[in-house]
Structure formats: C-alpha cells, structure tokens
C-alpha cells in the first residue's frame, strides 16, 4: 500500500501515475489504483474514465435496506465496488468521489473501511492518490500504508506544509512501515533545507525530480501518463526509488 499525499498543486496525482507505470513495466501488476481525491483526476491521467463513485455508491447504501437475509448492506456495497471498478490493462481504478447529502455516514464509513481493505488485499500492489491533506487517511478508510509518500514542490513554503503534513501524520496516530519525501518540479539540486526535512522526518528516502517540460504537458493536457516516454527523467527517477520496492 503506497498512500500519496500533500498539498493541492504540487503533482501528487503525477507521482501516483508515474508509480503506477513503473510498477506495471517492473511486472508487479495488477496495481489497484484508488483515487481518493474528490475531484477524480487519477482516471484521466491513466487514460481511462469512471462513470461511478463510491460516495454515490455510499449515499445510495444510506437508503438501503439489505436485499433480503442472504445479502447484508456490507455485502451490497461490495458489489457495487466491484461493479464499478474500471479495468485496464495493468491495473484497475476505484474513484473514491464524495458524499452527496447531508448527515452521519458513520456506519456507510465503516463498512466502507472493511470492503477496500478486502478488495485491496487481492492486489500486489495499491496506490492511493489523496486528496490535498491528511483527510481520507485521517478518516481510516485505509489502516494503514506501507509506504506513506509525502510530495512537496521545491518552494520554502512547500517544505513548510509538507513538515507539518507530517507532524499531523503523528498527531493522528497514521501508521506507515517506510517514509519517502518527494521534492517534485526541481529546477536544479535538492533545496538547501533537504538535510533539515530528512533529519526532522527520518525518512527512509528523499527522492527529487526535475521540472520537466514533457511531464508537464501531459498534465496540462491530461494526456496517459503511461504513455509518457520510458526515457522521461521524472519516470526514471521513479523508478529509482521504487526499483527495490
């Protein structure tokens, strides 16, 4: 389980696709790719579509009752999860969405927690795009990530919140077995204060990548990551730090 996260635009949603195209070329496949953030962009830049969310699946369980005594809420959201995975050559895509209505969705979060932790375990690998923050991983809808990522851009201020994006990890009690740091949009060597973030974070590694022009296009035009070039410097550098992962 691979969680990705850090504050809105600094190429979190990148990472996540460039992840999941070295771990598809390394043979670790399939990769099940949740895209947590509720504007839903993973999908575009892996170059396939969600017609389905599951915050719609979850206000519809709201409404439900079980379909009969053989077929519990759990197991109905279940299938509805299932139904509305996207398969792709390599990996599969859950859109996580948003809830549409007002209200507790205490117990719709619960069995939320339980069924992406069963669908997650049938996969060798999970990438987990977040949303801006510690949001989705502070709610527990995954208990806990192998690997926590924490993307920055290399301005001061970006090094700032992704300090403290990580003391909230441990106000909130997140837990994670390995801590990569990812200088992302480098316009030249790691930031001065590098030695300073990996010292206050411990983090296992701290990976930086280049401001790329190639990179940056198939942002903006929300081209397929994976058919980004395997020459690319961004994915290379990827590959790098994930090559023994």
Do not use: W
Not at 7 to 35: F, Q, R, Y
Not at 54 to 79: D, F, N, T, Y
Not at 103 to 122: P, W
Request: aromatic letters at 4%.
């Amino acid at each position: 389980m691979i969680a990705v996260t850090g504050k809105g635009g600094v190429g979190k949603t990148t990472v996540c696709a460039l992840i999941i195209k070295h771990l598809i070329a390394a043979g670790k496949s399939p990769v099940l790719a949740i895209d947590a953030d509720p504007n839903s962009c993973l999908d575009a830049a892996l170059g396939v579509v969600t017609a389905e969310t599951v915050g719609r699946m979850r206000e519809e369980l709201r409404g439900q009752s079980a379909a009969g005594p053989s077929i519990s809420k759990r197991e109905l959201l279940r299938m509805k999860i299932e139904q509305g995975l996207v398969e792709a050559s390599g990996f599969d895509l859950i859109a996580m969405g948003r809830p549409e209505g007002a209200g507790c969705y205490c117990y719709a979060n619960n069995v939320l927690k339980d069924v992406i932790t069963e669908i997650a375990s049938q996969y060798p690998y999970v990438v987990l795009d977040n949303e801006a923050g510690l949001e989705n991983l502070s709610r527990r809808i995954v208990q806990k990530a192998d690997m926590l990522a924490l993307v920055s851009d290399a301005s001061n201020s970006g090094l700032t919140t992704l300090l403290r994006l990580y003391e909230l990890a441990g106000e909130m009690g997140l837990k994670y077995d390995r801590l990569m740091i990812i200088i992302n949009k480098m316009r030249g060597e790691l930031p001065a204060r590098t030695d300073e973030i990996k010292t206050v974070t411990g983090a296992d590694i701290v990976v930086g990548l280049p401001d790329d022009g190639e990179a940056a296009l198939f942002a903006e035009t929300n081209k397929n990551f994976l058919d980004i070039s395997d020459t690319n410097p961004v994915y290379l550098r990827i590959g790098e730090a994930f090559k023994n992962y």
